[in-house]
């Protein structure tokens, strides 16, 4: 890594915001070097908390790992595991050699292909050609990562003219145990959250059903680190090593739960048969396609966009009908879900059941545990009390 102690960024949070820069507050090198591309304030908030993500996500599962951020939270996070032949055609990488790296990057990025459209990419490994290739086909402003190999390198530095943001940070950076933030010209100070989620959490299994899958485990490990770098309130749907659904920076609990449960449910539905085998016409690019799915995936449109939205098909589908999208629902199945904080109402439960929600992991204590426990009774759900809340802010 370089000696740099300070790093001048094109603008703040806004254009307007000028004279924005990262620096070393102590004095010592940055673990931080711009290989190529010109980074801005919110590129630096994206990259260094997806990289915490996968680095941690590394350690607590052994993995490759990687994340997709958009606005200082995850759009999708995932770690190595095969990929069947109806997800690689999801996400649009079908045919294509993927080594264990850019396989995770594919589920990342594939768990909410609409939200991370211009995203940060953040990697857990050295980034080989493979995982170079697919970021250069997608449309990403920024990737993170440890080291670069020379063939992955030249194949970025081609990426959007040339002008593609390339980071690479020191694996082996420890961060000082004690943070800070201006606020309004003030300052606060905390310890900062170096808790990284480990077999430990799954010690206190609180309901009826106690049967918890070494892939279960994986999963709710993947919702924990993700909730612990989404901004809270949030909740993250798991599956298969992968991010499903996160619902994140709402008010209420509930809320997260809705949304990160339709996430999941589009994730589903995105791999019906129906979905799959579409015909566009030619020309029409994967952001368009994408963009015509979730359109198809609506009940209810206007005629302008209807009109609009037939113009990407060469054999425009027909929608599926409420009935059959629950029905071909009804095979999502052994999901997990994670929450940042405790459940205060049984009805979180009640929405995460109608995704497939298998195994629950939540910090306990809430005023209402026993409703709760009783909820993931009713639905025979294994619920697991990690005894640690993940705000993040």
């Known amino acids: 890594m370089s000696d740099i102690k300070e790093i001048a960024l094109r603008y703040g949070m806004n254009p307007h915001q000028k ?3 990262i620096y070393s507050a102590d004095g010592q090198a940055l673990p931080l070097t711009v290989v190529n591309g010109d980074p801005g304030f919110i590129n630096l908030l994206d990259a260094l908390n997806a990289y ?17 951020f958009k606005h200082v939270s995850p759009a999708g996070v995932a770690v190595y595991a095969p990929i069947s032949p109806e997800l690689a055609k999801a996400y649009f990488v079908d045919g294509m050699e993927l080594s264990e790296l850019a396989t995770a990057y594919a589920r990342a990025r594939g768990a909410d292909r609409m939200s991370s459209f211009g995203d940060a990419a953040a990697l857990s490994d050295i980034v080989d050609a493979s995982t170079a290739q697919l970021l250069k086909r997608e449309v990403s402003d920024l990737v993170v990562a440890p080291g670069y190999t020379p063939e992955a390198l030249d194949i970025l530095k081609q990426k959007k003219g040339g002008k593609y943001l390339i980071l690479q940070i020191d694996p082996d950076y420890v961060a000082d145990p004690v943070e800070t933030r201006t606020l309004f010209g003030m300052k606060m100070q905390q310890e900062r959250n170096s808790a990284v989620p480990d077999a430990s959490v799954f010690d206190k299994v609180v309901t009826a059903n106690k049967e918890v899958t070494d892939n279960a485990k994986r999963d709710m490990l993947v919702a924990l680190v993700t909730l612990k770098y989404t901004q809270s309130n949030s909740i993250c749907y798991t599956l298969d090593g992968q991010t499903i659904g996160i619902g994140a920076g709402q008010q209420s609990r509930i809320h997260c739960t809705r949304l990160a449960g339709d996430k999941a449910d589009r994730w589903y539905l995105r791999q019906h048969p129906d979905a799959l085998n579409m015909k566009f016409r030619e020309g029409v690019s994967r952001a368009e396609q994408n963009n015509a799915i979730d359109l198809w995936l609506e009940e209810e449109v206007t005629p302008v966009e209807q009109a609009a939205w037939e113009r990407c098909f060469e054999e425009v ?17 052994g999901v997990s879900y994670g929450s940042d904080a405790f459940l205060p109402f049984r009805d979180n439960l009640d929405r995460a059941s109608r995704s497939g929600v298998k195994y629950v992991i939540q910090a306990g204590s809430s005023l209402r545990d026993e409703e709760v426990v009783e909820a993931a009774n009713d639905y025979n759900m294994v619920m697991v009390y990690s005894g640690v809340r993940l705000f993040h802010h």
């Open 19 to 21: 004279e924005a820069k």
């Open 52 to 68: 915490q993500l996968v680095r941690e996500l590394r350690q607590a599962t052994g993995l490759p790992a990687a994340a997709s």
């Open 317 to 333: 589908p027909a929608r599926l009908t409420r009935e059959q999208k629950r029905e071909w629902l009804n095979g999502l199945q």
